[in-house]
């Protein structure tokens, strides 16, 4: 083989190993931290979940979905402050920006779950898949916690 034909070899050698979107954003995973599910009493059928997503990409992604086997439906809602009123909107989708963080919480960005599957008690867990604009999903076991963790450990 001549230096020229191995010189084309490698480079559609290289080519088909190490595709360029090998080296792409797209394949920047999003991270998912801090996820729970707020702990609510059997009778109430919708529950609130929040977590941290976070975007290590030099391009923004969008969470376009969320589902899991615990919940018949789950969407994206965002509190919005109309002066002294308080409005919960559903959003189509979630944007987060090109490397940052939306931290979803409660009064703001939050998952709304649906119908579960069985009565939730704090420290249950459930799985849930969020799915990206960009084709990935992440997989992710969450926590059922108590809303209000205070500390009743002082005395007056």
Do not use: C
């Not at 998912?32 to 990409?57: C, R």
């Not at 969008?62 to 965002?78: M, N, P, T, V, Y």
């Not at 069985?118 to 992710?140: A, Y």
């Amino acid at each position: 083989m001549n230096k020229v034909n191995l010189y084309l070899f490698s480079i559609f050698f290289f080519q088909i190993l190490f595709p360029s979107s090998a080296f792409t954003d797209e394949n920047i995973k999003v991270s998912i931290s801090d996820a729970w599910i707020s702990e609510a009493p059997t009778i109430v059928s919708i529950l609130a979940g929040y977590a941290n997503i976070h975007n290590p990409s030099k391009t923004s992604i969008s969470l376009i979905a969320i589902s899991s086997q615990d919940f018949s439906k789950i969407e994206i809602h965002r509190n919005v402050f109309n002066g002294e009123m308080v409005s919960m909107e559903k959003q189509e989708s979630l944007e987060i920006p090109a490397k940052s963080t939306i931290l979803m919480s409660p009064g703001d960005f939050h998952l709304m779950l649906f119908n579960p599957s069985k009565p939730l008690r704090s420290n249950d867990i459930v799985t849930l898949v969020f799915s990206f604009s960009n084709g990935h999903n992440e997989t992710i076991d969450v926590k059922v916690k108590r809303r209000h963790t205070e500390d009743h450990s002082h005395h007056h």
